[in-house]
């Protein structure tokens, strides 16, 4: 069943790499109105791509030629067959039924739509997390003039479009989505946050770096904001 009747293409795209204990919380989840549903896997030696295959069969797995989440997500853009990209987390962070709300403003006009995992208060972080993701949401918010509360969510969605209007791609692998809504915002395009429900990680640990990613993120919004490319 359709949500929104008329609507668009979604694809729903997840980047994984060694993710076999957390897929079984993703993608039975991904509701059935969704049209595609794409893995970018970065090569993968647990089994992930064949528990892929066997939660979700019409999902399609393509290899990452490259390395980093920033590349992995270029990739699967580029590969995407939908209108709407879907950016969900392979770690069971991000829940597939919030999908809706990140769907609906898009249809009311707004170019890119950005979780929040601090709108209804702290999430179940570590105290460093909490401290850095409010520290480059503040960088963003004083540079920019938006009130927003998280940067560094995996949940988003956007319309496949502004990717090729907007340059979005990063050159640092981990800074994707800062310099996304950096970028977006210089560019004066529409950009709303929306709530999610905040999870932690189900097993493994983070592949993101913590103090270095943040730093960069910080060096990103800034080095954005004053360049004179416009990019």
Request: hydrophobic letters at 40%; charged letters at 25%; aromatic letters at 10%.
């Amino acid at each position: 069943m359709e949500p929104f009747p008329g609507s668009p293409k979604v694809t729903v795209l997840i980047c994984t790499l060694n993710e076999v204990e957390n897929l079984p919380h993703v993608l039975p989840h991904i509701p059935g109105w969704v049209d595609e549903v794409l893995i970018v896997d970065g090569r993968s030696t647990d089994g992930t791509v064949e528990l892929a295959m066997q939660l979700c069969p019409r999902a399609r797995v393509v290899l990452q030629p490259g390395k980093g989440k920033g590349e992995a997500l270029k990739y699967g853009v580029q590969q995407a067959s939908g209108d709407i990209v879907v950016t969900l987390d392979a770690d069971g962070e991000t829940d597939p039924k919030d999908m809706e709300r990140f769907i609906e403003p898009l249809l009311r006009g707004y170019d890119y739509a950005k979780g929040s995992r601090f709108t209804r208060g702290w999430a179940d972080k570590p105290f460093h997390r909490i401290f850095g993701n409010w520290l480059i949401a503040k960088t963003c918010n004083v540079l920019y003039g938006v009130k927003f509360t998280d940067l560094c969510s995996g949940y988003n969605a956007f319309w496949k479009r502004v990717t090729v209007d907007v340059n979005l791609w990063s050159k640092d692998g981990w800074n994707f989505e800062p310099l996304f809504i950096a970028r977006l915002l210089k560019a004066k395009r529409k950009v709303i946050e929306v709530p999610q429900r905040a999870s932690s990680r189900i097993s493994g640990h983070s592949k993101l770096p913590n103090w270095h990613q943040g730093f960069s993120a910080i060096r990103v919004l800034i080095t954005e904001r004053f360049s004179r490319t416009g990019r």
